[in-house]
């Protein structure tokens, strides 16, 4: 293999590391070690509210209950950190600033008021709604009016026309139509990325090779796909792999049916 494999587990510090993370941070830490690779931990806490120093302190406590030790990350760090999303703020800054004046993204001061009164409308009429592109189709002159006088506003990416492939180990080809796919918000108003913004712009920045992670992500890669193109960067090798399910059917999670690991 002439390109070293790297790999991440990105836990969120909002509850324990469960039966579901813990699965998933041992596939990566298992294909890393089998093929000479390297292992990072990523802690992915920019939801300052749910996240907790506790909660951080249980997931590497069970990462290492487990044996699972990692080449980069808290308390070993390395040539691509910060390794703790909160601390890489003006980095997904910086690739907003790119997209926005390249093309790939714009300015939207709609305010969730607005859109959840539009939305709202729609499902009374029984009708599907995604984002109308009423900030793209702004003049300058309106947009700057807007921004000088101080009105909130985020970041959408702008998803061009046509469709969206990519391969993945696990489940072959996957092809969607970009129609299907909304001017998704990329930074919020409060100045913080979302989750599909900090996770492309930090597997960039450390150059993950291989993105090893549930099924119920399949539906978020398109978006990904399209932010690691229009930020010129090389796609990983993704595969998503099936979840665990209780015996009520339901998927494992932080909030439903799963127990700490340790």
């Known amino acids: 293999m002439s390109v070293i494999p790297r790999l991440r587990f990105a836990p969120s510090p909002t509850g324990f590391l469960h039966i579901g993370g813990a699965r998933t941070a041992l596939f990566n830490w298992l294909y890393a070690r089998r093929h000479g690779g390297v292992f990072i931990l990523r802690i992915e806490d920019t939801d300052s509210r749910r996240s907790s120093e506790d909660l951080v302190a249980g997931i590497l406590g069970g990462l290492r209950w487990l044996g699972i030790d990692w080449d980069e990350g808290p308390g070993v760090n390395g040539p691509h950190g910060p390794y703790f999303q909160s601390a890489r703020l003006e980095n997904y800054r910086v690739a907003v600033d790119h997209l926005v004046a390249s093309g790939h993204a714009y300015r939207c001061f709609c305010q969730p008021e607005e859109l959840q009164a539009r939305r709202a409308a729609a499902q009374a009429e029984h009708a599907g709604w995604m984002y109308d592109r009423t900030c ?127």
């Open 136 to 262: 793209l189709h702004r003049s300058d002159k309106a947009l700057a009016q807007l921004k000088s006088a101080g009105v909130p506003h985020a970041i959408r990416f702008k998803v061009p026309k046509g469709r969206t492939r990519f391969d993945d180990v696990v489940r072959g080809s996957i092809e969607v139509n970009n129609a299907t796919i909304d001017d998704f918000v990329i930074l919020r108003s409060d100045g913080h990325p979302t989750y599909h913004l900090s996770v492309v712009v930090d597997d960039v920045d450390m150059a993950i090779t291989h993105v090893v992670r549930g099924d119920d992500h399949t539906s978020n890669t398109p978006k990904h796909v399209l932010l690691f193109r229009a930020l010129n960067a090389k796609l990983p090798q993704f595969a998503h792999v099936p979840l665990i399910f209780g015996a009520d059917k339901k998927r494992l999670s932080k909030r439903h049916g799963a127990t700490s690991v340790a």
